[in-house]
């Protein structure tokens, strides 16, 4: 009988170490990864209160604010973002996707870079209801979330 527990006892020892060992792995692994990896969201408010470093790379994100869209010279656009709380204006110079538009749901990903957010993608919402979770919780946090159509958005 004891060489059964002797057993049992020596594969859980094998089993805790094979489950440290895959644990160190991975936080070995993600200690590794370049900064520019973990983009953080925020909102209009957050930068507003708090800028972020002009080298942080991060997703901005709040409605289109109506009158604020100006197309330059090419594909030089610049527009206004806001949450109800703070209003960013947000320089990209690209192709703005098919459904853009003013009043509407908008994450952007770039950086800070003297009072203006300086896109390198802009992700527009793929249907009538869709906003992505962040913008949702933000708006409701500034009390200026409104579903479209009086329906539920999907997020």
């Given at each position: 009988m ?7 006892k ?5 089993v805790?170490?094979?489950a440290g ?9 993600l200690?590794f ?9 925020r909102?209009?408010s ?42 960013i204006?947000?320089a ?6 098919d459904l ?8 952007g ?8 957010f ?5 992700l527009a ?5 869709y906003?992505?979770?962040?913008v ?12 479209p159509?009086?329906?539920?958005a999907?997020?």
């Amino acid at each position: 009988m004891s060489g059964l527990k002797n057993l049992k006892k020596r594969r859980r020892i094998q089993v805790i170490g094979i489950a440290g060992a895959c644990v160190g792995a991975i936080l070995t692994a993600l200690w590794f990864l370049p900064e520019d990896s973990f983009q953080y969201f925020r909102s209009p408010s957050e930068v507003a209160a708090a800028p972020p470093a002009p080298n942080e790379l991060f997703r901005i994100g709040g409605l289109v604010e109506t009158g604020s869209l100006v197309r330059g010279q090419g594909q030089e656009i610049t527009f206004a973002v806001t949450d109800g709380g703070a209003v960013i204006n947000v320089a990209y110079n690209g192709i703005l996707p098919d459904l853009f538009a003013e009043g509407q749901g908008v994450v952007g990903q770039g950086r800070y870079i003297n009072g203006t957010f300086e896109a390198v993608e802009i992700l527009a919402k793929h249907d009538e209801t869709y906003m992505p979770k962040e913008v949702i919780d933000a708006l409701k946090d500034q009390g200026t979330y409104v579903a479209p159509d009086g329906a539920d958005a999907t997020h």
